[in-house]
């Protein structure tokens, strides 16, 4: 079992940055890649980055690309998203998540979710 928790949600303006961390425990050894993911009110979840556990290999979206930075660090057992001139679009609840198998760009597989933090961005 793997658990996640995500923090470093809040309420920003159009523009502004905000990093989100997400604390791994539990058998992080078995973890073949992490994701972040998105979900605005109405919409489906959205993966916006995800990172290969044992070598830092990423993904992006087209949607994300260029503003979002996924990275980790394997000591500390923490995944990051680093988010920079962010929109009122990119208003959502932010989950992390863990899966053992899978491509990169492929939504499927996770098996472990974080509660996941709100961030909003204000016009």
């Known amino acids: 079992q793997v658990q996640l928790v995500e923090s470093g949600g809040g309420l920003v303006q159009a523009g502004d940055s905000l990093r989100l961390s997400c604390a791994a425990s539990?058998?992080?050894?078995?973890?073949?890649?992490m994701g972040w993911f998105r979900q605005a009110p109405g919409k489906e979840r959205e993966l916006v980055a995800s990172?290969?556990?044992?070598?830092?290999?990423?993904y992006y979206p087209d949607s994300v690309k260029g503003r979002y930075t996924i990275s980790r660090d394997g000591a500390k057992n923490m995944v990051y998203l680093q988010m920079n001139s962010l929109k009122p679009e990119d208003t959502a609840i932010y989950f992390c998540?863990?899966?053992?198998?899978?491509?990169?760009?492929?939504?499927?597989?996770?098996?472990?979710w974080g509660q996941g933090t709100r961030v909003t961005v204000s016009s």
């Open positions: 998540a863990a899966k053992h198998v899978g491509g990169l760009s492929e939504k499927d597989h996770y098996s472990y």
């Open positions: 990172i290969t556990w044992s070598f830092g290999t990423t």
């Open positions: 539990g058998l992080t050894v078995s973890i073949y890649a």
